[in-house]
Every structure is written in C-alpha cells, then in structure tokens.
C-alpha cells in the first residue's frame, strides 16, 4: 500500500478494536462505498487533481476464546483519477489491496491489548514487486475508567506515506448517555448521535489519500495524494443487518507529490480546499 487505505480501514477498525466492543457485532461486516471529490487545481499550476473511489471492506475469519481473540480482514479499493496533465501523469485506474490480521488479549476487566499488522499493495498493476508493497503496524492498550469512559494508549508505524510514519497517540472513549458516543484518538475522530434506534448521525475525522506505484510510457513513478478529511454523514439502520450511510465534508490540507524510479522529486506541491462526498451500504453478519 501505502497508509491511506490502512488508515481508512483503520478508521472503521480501531473504535470497535479498542473500545473491546464485540467485533462479530459492530465490524463484522460487508461495507461497500462510493466516494467522490471534485477536480481542484494544483496551487501554482493549472494542472486539475480529481478522483472517484470505489470501495470494498469485509472479515475473512474472526475467532474468539477466553482472554484471546483473533482476525483477518480485507479491503480493495478502485480509485478513477483525472489528473489533467497527462505528460507529468498518465494514470488514471489505480487500485489497492490491504490485508490486515489483529489480535486483541483482555488482561482484566479494566485492560485489554490489541495489535495489528497490515500488508498492503497499491498501484496500477501492471507490474507487482518490492515498491507496491508496504505494510503498517498498529499496536494499544484500552484501560477502562468507568462503564462509560476508556482511555487509550498507542502507537501506528507505517511505510509509504510520507517515507516512514511513526504515529503515537492517546485518546478516549465517552458515552454520555445511551444514543451517544465520542471517540478520540490522535487523528481519528468519530462523533455519534442516534436519533432513532434506525436513524444515527455520525460526525468523523481522519487521514486521508494514498501513494501509488505505477508504470507507463515515461517509466515508473509514485503517485502520493494526501489530505485530512471532516465529514457529517447519516446512517440509516433499514433493519437488523442492513444500513445505509451517506457523508458529506471536507478535504483540506491537501498535498500531491510525484517521484520517479530513483526517488528524485518531480512535484510537490499543495492542492485546494475540496468538498468530499460518500454513499455507502452496509451488511452485518
């Protein structure tokens, strides 16, 4: 990979990992998404950057015993870019792999531990070796204060996003009444309100963006796309298994940068403020 698909699985993940909810209820699920941010021109030039994801995350194996628990999950993502100089880019159909495996032991009632690894692949696939792979690795702890405050302790170490990414973090989990819950942890931020046991507000913040590896005619170069996202979204709860979520928000302190087969720097520059959107489905198993 390289992070972005990681941190968005991680998005979905690492609540519901930490927090030692169950993860058969609350992340065993099948979630596709479509998402979308509209062309901006590259700061400086008149070169346009837009794109259109599709997205595919679901468990593969799930198994729980006393004190131990254990997991392997997927994603894939489609991404349909136009970036409209093709002399300095010419891809336009990227994709993405990631395979994360986690394992969670609870010490106590009070401690639980958690730990991920997270190989990933992106680029254009026209060619798979050593530069499209990378991987990231996650480690915490959750140390529950009350029946309705966490505290979280952790750490992310990641390759391919910015060269290597070493993240710690401590964050929080709070639930203020039984239709809210409000999670912090470094950059993930998720906020939510249930106005009905069928209708839930969600407000969410994270890393997002990714680096690809591609080959075309001019030769091998790395795509980096890199932003933070704010979004406000709705889900809708159909019925036991079935929901779905629509998001809109923001995209801002964005950056693109290209490098070429031997690392030298071909652009690096800062990308306009963008709205964002996502319409998505979910089934739970």
């Not at 595919?56 to 994603?75: A, C, D, N, Q, T």
């Not at 405050?149 to 910015?162: N, Q």
Request: no cysteine.
């Amino acid at each position: 990979m390289k992070l972005t698909a990681s941190v968005l699985f991680l998005t979905s993940l690492f609540p519901a990992l930490l927090s030692g909810q169950d993860f058969v209820s609350d992340v065993a699920a099948i979630r596709i998404s479509h998402s979308w941010v509209p062309d901006r021109k590259i700061e400086g030039l008149s070169t346009e950057v837009g794109l259109s994801e599709w997205s595919v995350m679901s468990p593969i194996f799930y198994h729980k015993s006393e004190g131990w628990s254990f997991g392997v999950g997927l994603r894939y993502e489609y991404t349909s870019l136009d970036f409209s100089d093709s002399a300095t880019f010419d891809e336009d159909r990227l994709q993405s792999i990631d395979l994360p495996f986690f394992m969670g032991m609870e010490q106590s009632e009070k401690i639980q531990w958690v730990a991920m690894l997270s190989p990933s692949l992106s680029g254009d696939f026209e060619q798979v070796d050593g530069d499209t792979l990378d991987y990231l690795i996650l480690g915490g702890a959750r140390y529950r204060k009350s029946e309705t405050f966490e505290w979280f302790f952790g750490a992310v170490y990641s390759t391919g996003f910015d060269d290597d990414l070493f993240l710690p973090a401590i964050g929080f989990k709070w639930e203020p009444s039984e239709k809210s819950d409000l999670f912090f942890a470094g950059p993930i931020l998720r906020y939510r309100y249930s106005f009905t046991d069928s209708l839930d507000l969600v407000l969410a913040g994270n890393l997002s963006g990714n680096r690809w590896n591609t080959e075309a005619g001019y030769g091998e170069r790395d795509l980096l796309l890199r932003s933070y996202r704010l979004s406000l979204g709705l889900q809708w709860n159909l019925l036991e298994k079935h929901a779905l979520f629509a998001a809109v928000g923001t995209e801002f302190a964005r950056q693109v940068e290209i490098k070429n087969s031997v690392g030298t720097t071909l652009m690096k520059r800062d990308l306009k403020t963008t709205p964002s959107f996502e319409l998505g489905y979910r089934f739970r198993f």
